[in-house]
């Protein structure tokens, strides 16, 4: 009996293994498609000989995309709206997600704070409010209309404040007696002991912020402050070239428009393939040990 159930588990991870591999296939495959385009010629291309491996390489994509201005701009846009934004975010889903894992004797009306946050996350004010609201602030084309009407994410703060409730009580009521106060608590217990959650949400939403492109399209009516996703957006979903120079139009009629439009997503994700490696190993112990009682 008992070999008959090793074999059945070792079938079982088989099975698993070989259902994991093909997910991961599904996914990286469009990926290498997109990268073998972005370095093929534009016969290969109009022929459609390009699948997983570039055909008569060539970097001519990448060279118009390293020349293109309004590209350089929407990235250096981006950046500034990741850290800005991420900066932003991080420093109020701590000071939001404290109060709100502490118990009902310490904090009295937790419950019903933390229900108004919920619920608006389940309903919002509306699209034409809220652009409303960013334009009578004089929001508009600025880097703060993409940060702040998005400040305090909702779903990251319960993530963070289950992570919290999570932490040995133990040393906060040690900390209490010392004669520390909430903000040294919080300094020099609750921080360092939540950096693995405090990394994972804030991949969460560096990723949310670099990929976000509709705030982009209704806050900037000029678009030279397009972020990268918006940018992208216009160009190669919308195939919008209104905002192309002659001089560019003239040197992307010699190229094949999927060429430069993979070379350009590709170079949009690289920054996220760079910065997730360092996070990922986060991802289990900042989420499931909160969850996980010993």
């Given at each position: 009996?008992?070999?008959?159930?090793?074999?059945?588990?070792?079938?079982?991870l088989?099975?698993?293994?070989?259902?994991?591999?093909?997910?991961?296939?599904?996914?990286?495959?469009?990926?290498?498609?997109?990268?073998?385009?972005?370095?093929?010629?534009?016969?290969?291309?109009?022929?459609?000989?390009?699948?997983?491996?570039?055909?008569?390489?060539?970097?001519?994509?990448?060279?118009?995309?390293?020349?293109?201005?309004?590209?350089?701009?929407?990235?250096?846009?981006s950046f500034?709206?990741?850290?800005?934004?991420?900066?932003?975010n991080?420093?109020?889903?701590?000071l939001?997600?404290?109060?709100?894992?502490?118990?009902?004797?310490?904090?009295?009306?937790?419950?019903?704070?933390?229900?108004?946050?919920?619920?608006?996350?389940?309903?919002?004010?509306?699209?034409?409010?809220?652009?409303?609201?960013?334009?009578?602030?004089?929001?508009?084309?600025?880097?703060?209309?993409?940060?702040?009407?998005?400040?305090?994410?909702?779903?990251?703060?319960?993530?963070?404040?289950?992570?919290?409730?999570?932490?040995?009580?133990?040393?906060?009521e040690?900390?209490?007696?010392?004669?520390?106060?909430?903000?040294?608590?919080?300094?020099?217990?609750?921080?360092?002991?939540?950096?693995?959650?405090?990394?994972?949400?804030?991949l969460?939403?560096?990723?949310?912020?670099?990929?976000?492109w509709?705030?982009?399209?209704?806050?900037?009516?000029?678009?030279?402050?397009?972020?990268?996703?918006?940018?992208?957006?216009?160009?190669?979903?919308?195939?919008?070239?209104?905002?192309?120079?002659?001089t560019?139009?003239?040197?992307?009629?010699?190229l094949?428009?999927r060429?430069?439009?993979?070379?350009?997503?590709?170079?949009?994700?690289?920054?996220?393939?760079?910065?997730?490696?360092?996070?990922?190993?986060?991802?289990?112990?900042?989420?499931?040990?909160?969850?996980?009682?010993?």
């Open positions: 009996m008992v070999e008959q159930r090793t074999w059945r588990h070792s079938l079982s088989i099975l698993i293994h070989l259902f994991l591999a093909l997910l991961a296939l599904l996914c990286i495959l469009p990926l290498v498609n997109v990268l073998a385009v972005s370095f093929s010629s534009i016969k290969a291309i109009q022929s459609m000989q390009v699948s997983l491996w570039p055909v008569e390489f060539t970097i001519k994509a990448y060279r118009f995309v390293a020349g293109n201005d309004a590209f350089i701009r929407s990235i250096g846009v500034e709206r990741v850290l800005l934004g991420t900066a932003i991080m420093l109020l889903i701590v939001t997600s404290y109060p709100l894992s502490k118990e009902k004797e310490q904090f009295r009306f937790r419950t019903g704070y933390a229900w108004i946050f919920v619920f608006t996350m389940l309903f919002s004010g509306g699209l034409v409010p809220t652009y409303l609201v960013v334009k009578q602030l004089g929001l508009m084309d600025s880097i703060w209309a993409l940060v702040l009407p998005g400040a305090v994410p909702v779903f990251n703060v319960i993530l963070l404040l289950n992570f919290m409730r999570s932490l040995p009580k133990e040393l906060m040690a900390g209490l007696i010392d004669g520390a106060g909430h903000w040294t608590l919080l300094r020099r217990i609750v921080v360092p002991l939540s950096l693995p959650a405090l990394a994972t949400v804030g969460f939403v560096i990723v949310g912020h670099w990929n976000e509709f705030a982009g399209l209704i806050y900037m009516n000029n678009p030279q402050h397009y972020p990268l996703a918006s940018y992208l957006q216009t160009v190669v979903v919308r195939r919008d070239y209104s905002q192309m120079d002659p560019e139009l003239a040197i992307l009629s010699q094949d428009d060429a430069v439009h993979a070379a350009q997503i590709f170079l949009g994700a690289l920054p996220i393939f760079c910065v997730y490696p360092f996070l990922q190993r986060y991802f289990l112990t900042g989420i499931v040990m909160g969850s996980v009682k010993e």
